[in-house]
């Protein structure tokens, strides 16, 4: 039996062994859906209402800044998708060919807060949510059931994942222009709408790098999602599929944030939301509610499938299947609880400041990881290399890449700009951040020219008869 014909309600046995070829299945349109569901949610419309409420834009200029941002933003979390089909790995454990072995362990430690970090946030979002509409859950109440429905879904894995953001991009795409319909046609917007706010340099450029981060924060997660469909899938596919998804998926809730960010008084999204939409608010906090579940089931199943990483590398002859899968899912979800129910009383603060923070160190991986899979090795690697614990021909430390890493941090701090800290460039910008620019400018061609230059031994397929050491 293939993997494809398996029940949902099947736990998923593989956790980050390659996928072998008769449990391949899917078409790559399957990545649209599972981006474009995972994407309709109510912490989408908030970070796009961040355009409006924290950087202070009116219409136009934000929905122009959110659509420049999630359409650069988009092209690095849609090429990383082609390598899940080629590879058949989980994203993470393919880091170990730029990082090394140990060298690597930085980089999934990030993303593993990363992960706990998003699914903290989903979960406030949509426990305070539900509680708005639904007086008898209280908002603690509201943030257990929609982990535990997450935990469920992370829990069986892959196929249920796929199938629960496909049914949810249909349902939560309908509420949603419904939703849209009401505010247009039945509440109406205010009389001054156009007017409200002012366009600033450093406004503009602060919204158009959360956009571009929402679809950054997405790279880490990609190639766990491709990596079952087959391995003929055509690269262009899966990036259209992808990136189109994403994208698309990404505007619909913003736009809406925007809309009811200039409507309303005060920085209060949900209700404002909740306001607008009327007899329709019920129905659609409980969907936006139910979708928050399947997007952070992404969050825990990604979170799980990187502390798995990290443990291979430490044991490496450790081969977790579904049952540890699913215990390290059931702590980080435990972990994730305890900071959702202590953080929830400054959320917006808290979250602003967590993306931003995020995107300086997601930009530096990204751009050394696509330069590396697309320009320096061309998609081949040696398999058995990357469960070595030695690294076998990609060693135990790369330091060309854990110093190009450390370089693209260090150069974006001048260039910084948010609640915490400002640097001395952006402080002369007006607060302008171009910090992540200029991350990717600087790292992509140093790492290419020092890799090049020094990696010649890790360019060549080692002999394919390794195994962990």
Known sequence: MTDSSKPLDTLESSTIQPIPENQRHGSAGSLFTLWFGCNLILLTVVTGGLAVTVFGLPFFSAVAALVIGTFIGGVFMALHA???????????????????????????????????????????????????????VSPSQGILLIGIISLTAAAFGYRLIHAYTGLMSVISGSVLVLAFGWILFVHGLPDDFLQRNQTSPAGFLGTLSIAALWQLAYAPYVSDYSRYLPADTGPRRAFWASYLGCCLGTLLPMLMGVVVGLSIEGTDLVAGLVTMTGGLSTLLVAVLSIGIAATNSLNLYCGALSTITVGQTLVPRWSAGAGARVVIASLLFSLALGIALFGQDDFLGHYTSFILLLLYVLVPWSAINLVDYYLIAHGRYDMPSFFRRDGGVYGRFNWVAVNCYVLGILIQVPFMSSGLYTGPAADAMGGADIAWLVGLAVVSPVYYLFSRRSGALRLQPAARDGGAQ
Request: without cysteine; proline residues 5%.
């Open 82 to 136: 082609a390598q899940g089909p080629q590879l058949g790995i989980p994203q993470m454990v393919q880091t170990r060919s730029q990082f090394g072995s140990f060298g690597s362990l930085l980089v999934v430690g990030l993303m593993v807060v990363m992960y706990l970090g998003f699914f903290a946030s989903n979960l406030v979002l949509g426990g305070q949510s539900l509680s708005s509409r639904f007086p008898l």
